[in-house]
T-cell receptor, first 112, second 110 residues
């Protein structure tokens, strides 16, 4: 099993550009989430989903959109990138909310 | 929002040494989790604790859920090079969302 797959691994954007970070899981997990990791700050929840068609905001949702059209995929969209969005982004999934989280290997994003 | 205080921020140790790190909170929680993040990878769950006073081992790792339910510690015995990485504590709020510590970076001196 591949587990949680994130693409791309690295990305450089200019301020104002848009892009989508992809996340897919093959474990039939209902719960999926996006985190950002900044030095010295641990992981902060951006958005999460408890099932297809259901999404909700986390701690730091501003500037990010998500959708969940299938159980497997949970893309994260940056509509107009800002330097403050330079970070490492992790997608994670679990069988249910509160269950053991499985993380992808991350996307390192730089916004110039 | 709620915060977890994780210490130390970083540790420089010699191979073979024992390591101890801890995590404290001002609030009571019912779950404590310890994750490890290898360089360039996402965090992986090491140990989960669900009961005050619980002591759980996973190989050379031992973690305890504090009696007050406001703290937890993680010990690593006889450290080896593959132990390097960032160790995160985490707990769960009433909505089952994880609250994360800032991490302890473990570096092994050559």
């Amino acid at each position: 099993n591949a587990g949680v797959t994130q693409t791309p691994k690295f990305q450089v954007l200019k301020t104002g550009q848009s892009m989508t970070l992809q996340c897919a899981q093959d474990m039939n997990h209902e719960y999926m989430s996006w985190y950002r990791q900044d030095p010295g700050m641990g992981l902060r929840l951006i958005h999460y989903s408890v099932g297809a068609g259901i999404t909700d905001q986390g701690e730091v949702p501003n500037g990010y959109n998500v959708s969940r059209s299938t159980t497997e995929d949970f893309p994260l969209r940056l509509l107009s990138a800002a330097p403050s969005q330079t970070s490492v982004y992790f997608c994670a999934s679990s069988y249910s909310r509160g269950g053991k989280l499985f993380f992808g290997s991350g996307t390192q994003l730089s916004v110039l | 929002g709620q915060q977890l205080n994780q210490s130390p921020q970083s540790m420089f140790i010699q191979e073979g040494e024992d390591v101890s790190m801890n995590c404290t909170s001002s609030s009571i929680f019912n779950t404590w989790l310890w994750y490890k993040q290898d360089p360039g990878e996402g965090p992986v769950l090491l140990i989960a604790l669900y009961k005050a006073g619980e002591l759980t081992s996973n190989g050379r790792l031992t973690a305890q859920f504090g009696i007050t339910r406001k703290d937890s510690f993680l010990n690593i015995s006889a450290s080896i090079p593959s132990d390097v990485g960032i160790y995160f504590c985490a707990t769960m709020d009433s909505n089952y969302q994880l609250i994360w510590g800032a991490g302890t970076k473990l570096i092994i001196k050559p």
